[in-house]
């Protein structure tokens, strides 16, 4: 089992930022493949982030094309966290955010069904 705690969450005003965290309670988180999904009053959850071992030293990082360029996605295997860093933001980014984790680091990264752990989710606001 793995537990999941997002916090960072908020009220912002439109072209501000906010940083997102996920902590797990794994040792073996460092190999996970980790996700962040959002999912907005009336809509499906959608892909955001993702990041993955490489099974050397590195992680891939991908993104959605609707956040490309303003959000970065990282990790602190130390911590067993994963941030998500969101910059200019729209209000079109409004929506509950929510950290995913697979176990599968070969799983689509981009498929909520890929993921099998989840956190709470944490309110993102963006006014414009």
């Known amino acids: 089992q793995v537990q999941l705690v997002e916090s960072g969450g908020g009220l912002v005003q439109a072209g501000g930022s906010l940083r997102l965290s996920c902590a797990a309670s794994?040792?073996?988180?460092?190999?996970?493949?980790m996700g962040w999904f959002r999912q907005a009053p009336g809509k499906e959850r959608e892909f955001v982030a993702a990041?993955?071992?490489?099974?050397?030293?590195?992680?891939?990082?991908y993104y959605a094309d609707s956040v490309k360029g303003r959000f970065t996605i990282s990790r602190d295997n130390a911590k067993n966290t994963v941030y998500l860093q969101m910059n200019s933001l729209k209000p079109e980014d409004t929506a509950v955010y929510y950290c995913?984790?697979?176990?599968?680091?070969?799983?689509?990264?981009?498929?909520?069904?890929?993921?099998?752990?989840w956190g709470q989710g944490t309110q993102v606001t963006v006014s414009s």
């Open positions: 995913g984790a697979s176990g599968d680091a070969s799983g689509s990264y981009n498929d909520d069904g890929s993921y099998a752990y």
């Open positions: 794994r040792r073996t988180f460092s190999s996970f493949l």
């Open positions: 990041i993955r071992w490489s099974g050397g030293i590195a992680y891939y990082a």
